[in-house]
């Protein structure tokens, strides 16, 4: 059974910082693209940003500079640094593991931007 477990959202003032972490469970972690996506109140959900089985990473051009990707394949876990956070990020952050036509889902962490 596959499980993506996402922790680490929370209520965060702007220009303040967090760290989102998806754990990984039933797959080859060290094979699939990981990524987190976001879905803010009555919008599409949108890429946040991925990184391969081979550390290349790509993000989103709104988070590019403010926002890390980082993965530990002995952990089979995938991180996401938010820092400089804009009340405009705020949104449900979700977890994705994909290997071709493969896609996995995790329940999502919120993340709220207010002062």
């Known amino acids: 059974q596959v499980q993506l477990v996402e922790s680490g959202g929370g209520l965060v003032q702007p220009g303040g910082s967090l760290r989102l972490s998806c754990a990984a469970s039933?797959?080859?972690?060290?094979?699939?693209?990981m990524g987190w996506y976001r879905q803010a109140p009555g919008k599409q959900r949108e890429l946040a940003a991925t990184?391969?089985?081979?550390?290349?990473?790509n993000y989103a051009d709104s988070v590019k500079g403010r926002f890390t990707i980082s993965r530990d394949n002995a952990k089979n876990t995938v991180y996401l640094e938010l820092n400089t956070l804009k009340p405009e990020d705020t949104a449900v952050y979700y977890c994705?593991?994909?290997?071709?036509?493969?896609?996995?889902w995790g329940q999502g962490t919120q993340v709220t931007v207010s002062s």
């Open positions: 039933g797959i080859i972690f060290s094979r699939f693209v």
């Open positions: 990184i391969t089985s081979g550390g290349r990473t």
């Open positions: 994705n593991a994909g290997l071709a036509t493969i896609a996995y």
